[in-house]
T-cell receptor, first 113, second 109 residues
Framework: DAGVIQSPRHEVTEMGQEVTLRCKPI?????LFWYRQTMMRGLELLIY????????DSGMPEDRFSAKMPNASFSTLKIQPSEPRDSAVYFC???????????FGEGSRLTVL | GEDVEQSLFLSVREGDSSVINCTYT??????LYWYKQEPGAGLQLLTY?????DMKQDQRLTVLLNKKDKHLSLRIADTQTGDSAIYFC?????????FGQGTELSVKP
């Protein structure tokens, strides 16, 4: 398997624009997580899904952020409108089972000017 | 609420042992993990310990768990320059993984 695949790897956009980050989890995994990493706040859990259903979205910063998982092989994280403080590396990760090993993608580095 | 805390930086000399510490608040954590992040990459699992264990050894890595104090540590023996990275501890709370801020380990030759 190719591992968790995220796109784009890098995105530079202007404040107010919509940003969509994409993730393809490892085939067969039933959990999918979105994390955000910044120097100031470390690695924050934004939302996670189990069997395509959002289980906990309490980490989503505000209504500008939304995440979907329309099927077992694809998830998106959308920011609309984007703001400079959203600049961070966004990681998608997946695993099989509640105690399985969590595999991370390479991350999407977002810069909002 | 859930919280996992680590010191931010550690600097050691090549060949010395490194000890990275972590505290967590949720006593229901079933598994505790150590992940490693190299520059520009995602996190990779290094090792883990089940909450009913107090020690686990895996080659140069030793994990100690003090469940009463909710304290976890990772010891790296004979630290090498290739061990320079950010190390994250994480607790598993019913399937959800909560990470600490990460400890940046710098290994000087």
């Amino acid at each position: 398997d190719a591992g968790v695949i995220q796109s784009p790897r890098h995105e530079v956009t202007e404040m107010g624009q919509e940003v969509t980050l994409r993730c393809k989890p490892i085939s067969g995994h039933d959990y999918l997580f979105w994390y955000r990493q910044t120097m100031m706040r470390g690695l924050e859990l934004l939302i996670y899904f189990n069997n395509n259903v959002p289980i906990d979205d309490s980490g989503m910063p505000e209504d500008r952020f939304s995440a979907k998982m329309p099927n077992a092989s694809f998830s998106t994280l959308k920011i609309q409108p984007s703001e400079p403080r959203d600049s961070a590396v966004y990681f998608c990760a997946s695993k099989w089972g509640a105690t399985g090993e969590l595999f991370f993608g390479e991350g999407s580095r977002l810069t909002v000017l | 609420g859930e919280d996992v805390e680590q010191s931010l930086f550690l600097s050691v000399r090549e060949g010395d042992s490194s000890v990275i510490n972590c505290t967590y608040t949720d006593s229901s954590s079933t598994y505790l993990y150590w992940y490693k992040q190299e520059p520009g990459a995602g996190l990779q699992l290094l090792t883990y310990i089940f909450s009913n264990m107090d020690m686990k050894q895996d080659q140069r890595l030793t994990v100690l768990l003090n469940k009463k104090d909710k304290h976890l540590s990772l010891r790296i023996a004979d630290t090498q320059t290739g061990d320079s990275a950010i190390y994250f501890c994480a607790s598993n709370q019913g399937g959800k993984l909560i990470f600490g801020q990460g400890t940046e380990l710098s290994v000087k030759p």
